[in-house]
Each structure stands twice: as structure tokens, then as C-alpha cells.
């Protein structure tokens, strides 16, 4: 843990109060509530585990996001922290009335950062390629309310039954009113063998799923009717791993496989987005998952596969795909469906956010057919054309297009056509030319050209629920940030 300033004297003091663990626990019943999350965090650094016991017994919120506290690779149930936090809330269950907690929930999945930093101003990492999901409380439908709810998030490596959760429901069971929400569910690399143990799982308050299909590891049909019990999911998704040599029956085999899993998108009535890597089976044949959609999607992304002229067709012509706060087609090439993709746009150009088509194909002509789309984007945040191909004129039109959006904060860029063609110099001089542009458009961005066509970096990450575009290791050096 790291503060983002030094020790303030607010933080002096607590540190002062823990040496004297006895002193720091009887004066919880009269400590100011705003204080309670940096006792808690000094307490936690400094393995004062009884200080930490007690805290969780006056715990004077509604939630207490642990799981953004412990390391991930930490083994929860051995985790001291975690058996502490535990140890109170035996005593807090056991306990009629309790003076001043208020505690309903401890969430032990990696979220919580932005609590600590407004509460505490405690500078915890928090780096995902997805925007915070907004968690509905489940309903219990008629069922007593329970007192407590434990959220925790599941990784199904080997043996779904992962030893924190099963932990919990064992503690669980010799309590009363203790509620255990899966609340995201990743599975991968799961044998055959392993999948009965999944009907234990209960998944009615699952919010988000994500599955990666090996071939022949995993395959569709193992998980047949899997997303009947995630009646509440929310985000979903899909990666699918073929081998290019398999035979023409084996292909067959997993996309009617396939289609089948998919067919049960008709039973997730509250689904908000969707993330499909590689489904290769779907070219032609988009149409046929987009049927099976009930709501409207924030987010579609769809990726590193092959769409025809009449999937992008049937894309923008569906019902569900018209308040698109995300798109993302990266690595799907578009080279012959500028019409439909210009129509994609158009309909979602209200609500769209963020728009990721990097490493489509796109060349000069495609990408000035869409200025006119993208200009009516009016509350775009982030665009991203990574490994595409532009020259120097097109990419200013570009710039110009989208100087009236004033959202528009954040941009990549290939590197224009020109810095392949003449000396390494040339790039720097280029790069000197687009900044000028950005000048004259008088709007504050930042704006990222690369001379990379990595498929493995300029990937857009929220940091700190702020969208940020940034390259992998191996390709730091090709790029350039332009901003003022």
C-alpha cells in the first residue's frame, strides 16, 4: 500500500494510536466515522490483527471492500488479514445488537480502490480492461434478507472448487443470515472431469462471466446450459481458442456446438455487454447470435475474426445494437464494409464512448468514408486506429473532423504512410506537423501515434474508471504522446 503524499499528521496519529492496541480498540466506540477507513488501513499494514478484528465488529459503512486490500496471489482463507476480518465477524454475528456497525456487505473480489481513495486517500492499484460493472444488490425474491452478504469472485482453473470459496461456504453453513454471492465467474482449462462440480456453484447473483474454449480442453458443449442459472448476468465473455488444422468434421463439431451454447444468450434478460475474442465460426452467420439477444448493449466487442458485408449489415439492422456506449472490432477486417460500418456508426452516435478499430485494414479511402459518422459522435471519449494505414493529409482531415467533439479527450494513431518512406527522421517531423494541428483545434488532447502494428498492445485500459491506451512493453519506443 503507498499513499499518494506523505504522512499527513492525520496518519502520525494513528500510527501513534496502534502501538497501544488496547487504546486503539476501546476508543473505536467514540471514533469519528470518517476515520474508520484509515485505522482500518494502518491496522492492515501494520498487522495489528486485533485492532483489525474489532474494526470489523463497529465497521461504521455498509460495505467493506476487502479484496482490493489483499493480494491476489495471496491464499485467502491462510491470509491473516482475511482470517482477522473473519474472527470479527464471528463475534459480529454472534452479537443481537450492535451499537454502531452498519456492515451488510464484505465484498472480497478486486474492487474497492476508489473507497479507499476517496476515504482514506490510499493509492491502491486498479488497472482493467473494463469499466466497472454498476452491481445491482440481488433479490432474494421473498426470502428473508440475509444480515450478511459476502461477494467474491470465482477463477474455475483446474478444480472449480477454488479453497476460498469453498471455505466460505462451509463457514456459511453454520450461519445464519450469511448470503455467498458469486459475483464474477472466469472459467478456463477445465476438464471434462471438473464440470459436474459446477452444478454446486449457485450463479443467480453471478454479474459477469467470462469463458476461454480450448480446443480440445474446453469445449461448448461441456457448458451446455451453463447461462440458464446467470439469470442476472450483466457482462459476458467469450473466448474461443481453434486450431487452424483441424478437419473439416472437427469444425463441424464445435460450431454446432457452438451455436448451441449461444442459442442460450435468450435466457440473460439483463445482459449489458458483450465480449466475443476470435469466434471464427461466426462469419456468415452473425445474424444468427444476434437473434438470440433480448436487451439493448452497452458494450459489443467482437474481435480478431473474419465478418462478411451482410454481417455488418445484419450488426447495424439489429434492435440490440443501437446504444453502444463501447464498440471495439479490433483486428476484424473492414476493408470491403465501409457502408455498413458508416451505417454502425451513425446509429449509435448518441450514446457511443469509446471506439476501438485498430488493425482493421483500414487504408485512406475507408477512413475518410467514416469522417462524416464520426463527427456526429458527439459523446466519443476515446478513438483508436492503431495498425491501421493513413497518410499524413488523411490523419489531419481526421484531426479536423473531430475538433467539435468535445469529449473527445483521448486518441491513437497509426503513424502516417509518409514515416515508412522516407528517413527515420521523418516521423519526428511528422509527428511536430500533427502537433501543430492539435494546436490550431484549440481542444485539450492527448493524442498517441505509433509506428507499431503489435496485436498484442494499444489495448485501452480504465485506470481509476479513466479510459487510458498504452503500449505493451516490447513497443514502448514506437510510440509518441502528443498533448497540451
Same mark, same amino acid.
Given at each position: ?8 499528521? &492525520? ?14 480498540? !476501546? ?10 477507513? $484509515? ?53 459480529? &454475528? ?6 454502531? $456497525? ?10 474497492? *480502490? ?23 444488490? =440481488? ?34 453453513? *453454520? ?6 454471492? $458469486? ?59 481453434? =486450431?487452424?488444422?483441424? +478437419? ?10 457452438? @451455436? ?5 444468450? +435468450?435466457?440473460?434478460? /439483463? ?7 476470435? =469466434? +471464427?465460426? &461466426? ?5 444468427? @447470435? ?47 464494409? !465501409? ?36 463527427? +456526429? ?21 481526421? &484531426? ?8 473527445? $479527450? ?53 485506470? /481509476?474508471?479513466? =479510459? ?17
Amino acid at each position: 500500500m503507498s499513499y499518494a503524499k506523505p504522512p499527513s499528521l &492525520l496518519q502520525l496519529a494513528i500510527r501513534s494510536l496502534l502501538r497501544d492496541e488496547e487504546l486503539a480498540i !476501546s476508543s473505536l466506540k467514540d471514533l469519528p466515522t470518517s476515520l474508520f477507513p $484509515c485505522l482500518l488501513l494502518e491496522a492492515h499494514s501494520q498487522e495489528c490483527w486485533e485492532t483489525l478484528k474489532a474494526l470489523v465488529q463497529t465497521w461504521p459503512f455498509e460495505s467493506l471492500p476487502l479484496g482490493a486490500l489483499i493480494n491476489k496471489s495471496d491464499k485467502f482463507p491462510s491470509n491473516p488479514c482475511f482470517k482477522a476480518v473473519m474472527d470479527g465477524l464471528d463475534i459480529l &454475528l454472534k452479537q443481537k445488537v450492535s451499537s454502531r $456497525c452498519e456492515l451488510q456487505v464484505l465484498d472480497l473480489s478486486n474492487t474497492g *480502490q476508489t473507497f479507499w481513495n476517496m476515504r482514506a486517500g490510499a493509492d491502491l492499484p486498479v488497472h482493467s480492461e473494463k469499466r466497472d460493472l454498476i452491481v445491482e444488490r =440481488p433479490s432474494r425474491q421473498g426470502n428473508a434478507k440475509p444480515c450478511l452478504e459476502v461477494l467474491v469472485d470465482l477463477d474455475v482453473l483446474l478444480n472449480p472448487k477454488m479453497s476460498l470459496y469453498q471455505h466460505l461456504l462451509n463457514w456459511a453453513h *453454520q450461519k445464519e443470515g450469511v448470503h455467498i454471492c $458469486c459475483k464474477k465467474l472466469k472459467i478456463f482449462s477445465l476438464g471434462a472431469i471438473h464440470v459436474h462440480n459446477l452444478k454446486d456453484i449457485p450463479l443467480d447473483d453471478t454479474q459477469e462471466l467470462e469463458i476461454d474454449f480450448f480446443w480440445p480442453t474446453l469445449m461448448p458443449q461441456n457448458l451446455k446450459s451453463l447461462l440458464t442459472k446467470t439469470k442476472n448476468l450483466r457482462r459476458l465473455c467469450l473466448n474461443f481458442s481453434i =486450431p487452424d488444422e483441424i +478437419s473439416a468434421s472437427e469444425w463441424e463439431k464445435w460450431y454446432k456446438a457452438s @451455436m448451441e451454447f449461444i442459442s442460450d444468450f +435468450s435466457h440473460l434478460l /439483463h445482459l449489458q455487454e458483450l465480449y466475443l475474442e476470435s =469466434p +471464427s465460426f &461466426l462469419q456468415g452467420h452473425l445474424n444468427e @447470435m444476434l437473434r438470440y439477444l433480448n436487451t439493448p448493449l452497452e458494450v459489443f466487442s467482437l474481435t480478431n475474426c473474419t465478418l462478411t458485408e451482410e454481417d455488418l449489415t445484419d450488426l447495424f439492422q439489429s434492435p440490440h445494437i443501437t446504444h453502444l456506449k463501447d464498440l471495439c472490432l479490433r483486428g476484424v477486417p473492414l476493408t470491403s464494409v !465501409s457502408e455498413p460500418l458508416r451505417a454502425l456508426l451513425e446509429v449509435n452516435a448518441v450514446t457511443l464512448q469509446d471506439l476501438d478499430l485498430g488493425l482493421c485494414g483500414l487504408q485512406d479511402p475507408q477512413i475518410e468514408a467514416l469522417l462524416p459518422a464520426l463527427s +456526429s459522435c458527439s459523446q466519443l471519449i476515446s478513438l483508436s486506429l492503431h495498425g491501421n494505414s493513413l497518410s499524413i493529409a488523411t490523419l489531419e482531415k481526421l &484531426l479536423r473532423c473531430t475538433s467539435g467533439l468535445e469529449h473527445l $479527450c483521448l486518441q491513437l494513431f497509426p503513424a502516417p504512410l509518409e514515416s515508412f518512406s522516407l528517413q527515420p527522421v521523418a516521423f519526428d517531423l511528422l509527428c511536430t506537423q500533427i502537433s501543430k494541428v492539435i494546436k490550431d483545434i484549440g481542444h485539450p488532447r492527448s493524442i498517441m501515434v505509433s509506428t507499431s502494428h503489435c496485436s498484442t498492445c494499444a489495448k485501452k485500459l480504465f485506470i /481509476h474508471g479513466e =479510459p487510458k491506451i498504452l503500449p505493451c512493453l516490447s513497443c514502448a519506443d514506437d510510440y509518441k504522446k502528443l498533448s497540451f
